[in-house]
């Protein structure tokens, strides 16, 4: 079993900045494929972007540029820098683990999930 708890979520302004946090325990942290997710009211979960222990990362098309995902496998955390956010940026962001994800881009093919951090972005 992996615990994940996110924080860092909030009310920002459009242009604004938020990092975001997914403290992870319960087993090996740098074995995992980490992610993020979001979800806006009245739409599908969405893939935002991954990463695995010091090799590739991932990124949906509208936050490349923008959002950057990184880990310190010494604190067992993920994070996401997002950057110059917009409203369509609003939602629920939800950290995921996973040993080896199907699909990266797939909410489907990850096994373990946070409880979700809300991200506000006002015009």
């Known amino acids: 079993q992996v615990q994940l708890v996110e924080s860092g979520g909030g009310l920002v302004q459009a242009g604004g900045s938020l990092r975001l946090s997914c403290a992870a325990s319960?087993?090996?942290?740098?074995?995992?494929?980490m992610g993020w997710f979001r979800q806006a009211p009245g739409k599908e979960r969405e893939f935002v972007a991954a990463m695995r222990s010091g090799l590739s990362t991932y990124y949906a098309d509208s936050v490349k540029g923008r959002f950057t995902i990184s880990r310190d496998n010494a604190k067992n955390t993920v994070y996401l820098q997002m950057n110059s956010l917009k409203p369509e940026d609003t939602a629920v962001y939800y950290c995921?683990?996973?040993?080896?994800?199907?699909?990266?881009?797939?909410?489907?093919?990850?096994?373990?999930w946070g409880q979700g951090t809300q991200v506000t972005v006002s015009s």
């Open positions: 995921a683990a996973d040993l080896v994800p199907g699909t990266v881009v797939d909410q489907h093919s990850w096994s373990y």
């Open positions: 319960g087993r090996t942290f740098t074995n995992y494929f």
